[in-house]
Every structure is written in structure tokens, then in C-alpha cells.
């Protein structure tokens, strides 16, 4: 039970199929607590998928990615889809019409963009360019918070994850939208107070051929001046997306940020309903670009606290990862707000928030940052 003002809220109290234990931060969405989802997922996941399964039927999304003998194969992220003619990938974006693969290319952009003053939100605010002038002069156009400059900030209309908890699922409405943006009438939204260009969603995997035309086209508009290329991620991309994406970033003082939703796969795909193997593996990858432009930090990572499935197991082996590639590598947790289909879930607790950066402190990460501060709660 939790007070807010005067009145009294009884958290629903959720209880494992498995265990039979009973906690507010066990949901009755999927059914089963951490522990034995982590230790007896074989069991758990059947049911776990349908949960999926069902989350994605009211949008025309496919349950799982499609398999087809003969179809044509889409090459953009971890799923590698092979897509039926007349048929949609997982992304539900990604079509196959005539044999060719359409949808997301540099032409037909499914997407809203808007500017964000500066310093802004941004998942990285507190170490990047934007929001603190680290950089300055060539990657930043002030030695503090860029007051009067803004962000484009564009938010791409489909995603190849699938979280139970998404805090931008409007989005899934959209994806079948007719209404396309080119990636030139992107870069020339481009206003000259525009430092940074910052692509999420969803996710920019999908239409990655979009982003990446539409970086080109607004660096060479941009000319000398600081235009900073940035991305938030589930960082499923394949190759060579992922290194055209890491090269945009390096060369212009953009950042990285990739969430990363889980430590164990099994708990990844409860939550996600998609492996992270491919996430953890494009980490490491770029994590070879932080020592070569240490300022402003190239890559970020950040996780959501999901009361009850993103715990201190979760978090510690998240940061001993980070901190094995590179302690100086900045972790931001996240706090977590009911939302989408796992609204019976507490807010995270301040303590909860306390002892995760408590725990990927001692994992050796050297900048573990609390975002969100706002949405704490007290322990349930």
C-alpha cells in the first residue's frame, strides 16, 4: 500500500503460474515472476509468446518473423525476415511487393519529427554535447547547455522489438500510415539553431536507409557548422547499418544510446519478446570507437527498471558487461511508469532506483546516472 496526498492506493498484488508466489511486482499480464522465468523459461515461454502474440493482432502485426521458403529476404535487423509476396516483416513496415522489398527506403520515411529546445530530455542529456557544451567548440556550439539552440527530434513509426511496456506503443497505429517523408524534406527541416538531430521511435532500425540518407543530405546542407547525428536504440541492427550508423555518430559528435532491456536473454524475451544476443554483441561492437573520441562520450547505455523483472541480477550483470568493455562507458537507469500492457505493475521504487546504481557502481562503472527522478515511487 502506498499514500499519495492523504489517500490510500492498494497495489494488485500479481502471482506466479509457477511458484505460486504472490507480489505487486509479479504481473498477471505475463504470469510468471523473474526467477522463474530465468530458471525455468521451457516452461514459462509458451505461454509468454501467446501473450506476445496477442499484444501485436490488433495492429496487423505477424506473431513471430516470417519464414517464408520463398520469400524475399529483408536484411535490416536481427530478425532477417523472409517476407511472402504481399506480406509484412515483424516491423510490420518492411512489405514484399513484385519480388523487392519496399517500405522504410530513403523516399518513403513513416515518421514526425519536432524540434526540441536544448538542453532537453534526451536519454544522454547529462553527459552529451547539448546538454552540458563537453565538446566545445568542434562538437558543440557552446562551453555549456546549448540555451536557444534545438534538437530534431524524429520519431520513426515502426520498431522490431516488441516490449510489453513500451512508452511510445502509438506508434503501432501509425505503422501501416500512408503519409511518407522523404529523407530530403528531413534534412531540410534542418533549421540553422538545429545542433543535433536525434533518431527514435519505435526504433531507426526499420528505416534505417531513410536515417541514413537523411544524415548525409543535413551534414552536407549543414556545411562546417556543429550538427551532431544521434540515435536511441534496441541496437538489433545488422551490418553494415551498424557501422554506418557508428561513423555518422563519430564524425559529427553524436551519440549512441542503446537500451539495454535485460541481462538475461529469457527475461528479454519475456519482456521484449526478442533475443538481446544481437544488442549485446553491436555493443561491444562500438565500444571500440569510445577510447578514440572519449569527449563527447560515443555510446551510452540505459535501462528501464521494470519493477519485479529488471532487478539488481538484471542490472549487475548489465554493468559488469558495460564494464568489462569500457568502465568509462555512461549508464543511465531508467525509472519505470505503468504503462501499455503492463499497467499492473508498481512505478520504480526510490530504493529499488538506489540500489541498482549501488550495484552497477560496484560493477566498476564510473558514470551511473538516475533519469526519470520524477516518476520514483516508495516501496511497495
Known sequence: MTGIGKVL???????????????????????????????????????????????????????SPPRAESGVA?????????????????????????????????????LSYYYDPLPTNCVGDFVCPGGTGCGYPQYAVSDGPEHGHNNLAVFYNACSFNCLYCQNHQFKDRTRSTQ???????????KLNTSCIC???GDPTPQILHALKASKLALQMASERVLRICWETNGAVQEPFLSMMARLSFDSGGLIKFDLKAWNE???????????????????????????RPVPPFLIASTLLVPGYVDEVEVAGIARYIA??????????????????????????????????????SAGLK???IGNLHLLGRDY
Request: hydrophobic share 30%; with cysteine.
Open 180 to 190: 511518407r517523408v522523404t529523407a530530403k524534406q528531413l534534412a531540410g527541416a534542418v
Open 266 to 292: 529469457s527475461v528479454h524475451h519475456a519482456l521484449c519478446g526478442v533475443t538481446n544476443r544481437k544488442t549485446l554483441d553491436n555493443f561491444k561492437v562500438l565500444s571500440e570507437f569510445v577510447q578514440q
Open 74 to 110: 529483408c536484411k535490416l535487423c536481427v530478425h532477417l525476415c523472409k517476407i511472402p509476396e504481399g506480406g509484412v516483416g515483424f516491423c510490420g513496415l518492411r512489405r514484399a511487393e513484385d519480388g523487392k522489398i519496399k517500405g522504410g527506403r530513403p523516399h518513403e520515411g513513416n
Open 9 to 63: 492506493v492498494r497495489i494488485p498484488s500479481g502471482k506466479c503460474r509457477q511458484c505460486g508466489k504472490s507480489s505487486p511486482a509479479i504481473s498477471d499480464v505475463i504470469g510468471f515472476c523473474a526467477n522463474c522465468i530465468r530458471s525455468h523459461f521451457e516452461d514459462v515461454w509458451p505461454e509468454i509468446k501467446s501473450v506476445h502474440a496477442r499484444t501485436r493482432k490488433p495492429y496487423g502485426l505477424p506473431e
Open 324 to 361: 568489462q568493455l569500457n568502465p568509462e562507458i555512461p549508464y543511465s537507469l531508467l525509472g519505470f511508469y505503468p504503462h501499455f500492457h503492463l499497467q499492473d505493475l508498481p512505478t520504480t521504487s526510490r530504493s529499488h532506483a538506489l540500489r541498482c546504481k549501488e550495484v552497477a557502481e
Open 199 to 201: 533518431y527514435f521511435g
Open 367 to 369: 558514470n551511473v546516472h
